[in-house]
């Protein structure tokens, strides 16, 4: 009777211990795919946000100070001027973002090319975002309407500019676990906000 | 031959049990271990959109320190200032009266003593930013003035108050300098 009692409790001590091991090799393997969904869209945030950071320091170099440096200011694209390749001529740069049609093919239903010309030429996609989102203020914090009206557009002295990254795969949830309105994959998010100045040449 | 069979129908021996003590207590070990090194990845997961986020933030104040005049007195003097003894005094490098927040600066001195606290968009974390303002030697950037000069420095101090951070030893607080020089455009 003992003996069988003995295997009893054995079997219930190596239950519980597959059980646990079982239950970490998940987690493992869960936690792993999130991380690495994590660095990827930190990677990708600071990879696409170093141009853009770049060229809005600019923003109007080269300009006479008296002539506005943003043509067209909207809430998810902007026009500007700068003189980027340093040649004496004031260049037009453009950023927008595209359709979440045009990368259906991924999972992730929200993301979209962010998209950059110079002078009208050749629009590039220079990353992928699920939020790029422009907003305008007057020096005295005011903030403007979008899109800007040309007749305001002088007004504008600071831009923020805030960009999301999400990963475009993620590794599925639970569809149990899923409520009306939640997403069905784990998504790792990375943001990025900036305030800059419309124009270097506004220095009080 | 070893005892304790099914077939003699014994009791776990002492040996046996210990044995499954210490197998039990070596497994709890791997596992706290693999649990801390899971934590521990996580943790310096969210340092790097902690520093993500704080940098913006620093990066944004900079951006409105540069938009600001760099003195009082520049700012409202339309000719170029060239006695470097007509600038604000070291001592009284602060923000004038009803100058209460960035929008109602309108010169770098005004960031010296200012503390602002800023939640990031689209989380409920929180940084606070220490300014401080300061003249220093135009050639060597890293000597405090004590007299004035053409060059100003700001250096700031931003950390994460929300969520605080649980572990003393880890460094949150980035520290950013920008160099300020006197200019004018005649």
Same mark, same amino acid.
């Given at each position: 009777?003992?003996?069988?009692?003995?295997?009893?409790?054995?079997?219930?001590?190596?239950?519980?211990?597959?059980?646990?091991?079982?239950?970490?090799?998940?987690?493992?393997?869960? &936690?792993?795919?999130?991380?690495?969904?994590?660095?990827?869209?930190?990677?990708?945030?600071?990879?696409?946000?170093?141009l853009v950071?770049g060229e809005l320091r600019n923003i109007g170099f080269?300009l006479?100070?008296?002539?506005?440096a943003i043509r067209l200011?909207?809430? &998810?694209s902007m026009t500007f001027l700068s003189d980027i390749d340093?040649?004496?001529?004031v260049d037009t740069i453009a950023y927008s973002?595209?359709?979440?049609?045009?990368?259906?093919? &991924?999972?992730?239903?929200?993301?979209?090319?962010?998209k950059r010309s110079v002078n009208h030429e050749?629009i590039q996609?220079i990353?992928?975002?699920?939020?790029?989102?422009?907003?305008?203020?007057?020096?005295?914090?005011?903030?403007?309407?979008?899109?800007?009206?040309?007749?305001?557009?002088?007004?504008?002295? &600071?831009?923020?500019?805030?960009?999301?990254?999400?990963?475009?795969?993620?590794?599925?949830?639970?569809?149990?676990?899923?409520?009306?309105?939640?997403?069905?994959?784990?998504?790792?998010?990375?943001?990025?906000?900036?305030?800059?100045?419309?124009?270097?040449?506004?220095?009080? | 031959?070893?005892?304790?069979?099914?077939?003699?129908?014994?009791?776990?021996?002492?040996?046996?049990?210990?044995?499954?003590?210490?197998?039990?207590?070596?497994?709890?070990?791997?596992?706290?271990?693999?649990?801390?090194?899971?934590?521990?990845?996580?943790?310096?997961?969210?340092?790097?959109?902690?520093?993500?986020?704080?940098?913006?933030?620093?990066?944004?104040?900079?951006?409105?320190?540069?938009?600001?005049?760099?003195?009082?007195?520049?700012?409202?003097?339309?000719?170029?200032?060239?006695?470097?003894?007509?600038?604000?005094?070291?001592?009284?490098?602060?923000?004038?009266?009803?100058?209460?927040?960035?929008?109602?600066?309108?010169?770098?001195?005004?960031?010296?003593?200012?503390?602002?606290?800023?939640?990031?968009?689209?989380?409920?974390?929180?940084?606070?930013?220490?300014?401080?303002?300061?003249?220093?030697?135009?050639?060597?950037?890293?000597?405090?003035?004590?007299?004035?000069?053409?060059?100003?420095?700001?250096?700031?101090?931003?950390?994460?108050?929300?969520?605080?951070?649980?572990?003393?030893?880890?460094?949150?607080?980035?520290?950013?300098?920008?160099?300020?020089?006197?200019?004018?455009?005649?």
């Open positions: 009777m003992s003996a069988f009692l003995d295997v009893i409790a054995a079997m219930l001590f190596g239950g519980a211990l597959f059980g646990i091991i079982l239950d970490s090799n998940d987690l493992a393997a869960e &936690t792993q795919m999130v991380y690495n969904g994590d660095m990827m869209v930190q990677q990708m945030l600071t990879s696409t946000v170093q950071e080269g006479p100070s008296a002539q506005p200011a909207d809430s &998810t340093r040649d004496g001529s973002v595209g359709a979440v049609s045009e990368i259906a093919s &991924t999972p992730n239903e929200l993301d979209r090319f962010l050749g996609n990353g992928v975002v699920t939020l790029f989102s422009l907003r305008y203020f007057t020096q005295s914090g005011a903030l403007l309407p979008t899109p800007v009206p040309s007749s305001r557009v002088s007004e504008i002295y &600071t831009v923020e500019l805030t960009v999301e990254v999400q990963n475009p795969v993620a590794p599925a949830r639970d569809p149990s676990m899923v409520k009306a309105g939640e997403r069905d994959a784990l998504y790792s998010s990375s943001l990025w906000q900036q305030t800059r100045l419309a124009s270097q040449n506004n220095r009080r | 031959m070893l005892g304790n069979s099914i077939e003699d129908g014994d009791f776990m021996t002492t040996g046996q049990t210990m044995l499954t003590l210490g197998a039990f207590m070596f497994l709890t070990t791997i596992l706290m271990n693999f649990y801390q090194v899971l934590g521990g990845t996580g943790d310096t997961i969210q340092n790097g959109q902690d520093g993500i986020l704080a940098t913006t933030i620093a990066t944004s104040y900079k951006e409105i320190a540069r938009g600001l005049a760099f003195d009082e007195f520049s700012d409202t003097c339309s000719s170029a200032i060239r006695n470097v003894t007509a600038l604000t005094s070291p001592l009284h490098l602060r923000r004038e009266a009803g100058e209460d927040s960035l929008a109602a600066f309108n010169d770098i001195d005004d960031l010296n003593g200012f503390e602002v606290e800023k939640q990031a968009i689209g989380s409920v974390v929180r940084y606070h930013t220490r300014f401080t303002v300061y003249y220093v030697d135009p050639d060597n950037i890293d000597h405090y003035s004590s007299v004035q000069t053409f060059t100003k420095r700001l250096d700031m101090k931003t950390w994460r108050v929300y969520p605080p951070v649980l572990d003393p030893t880890q460094i949150d607080t980035m520290r950013t300098t920008m160099v300020m020089g006197y200019f004018h455009f005649n």
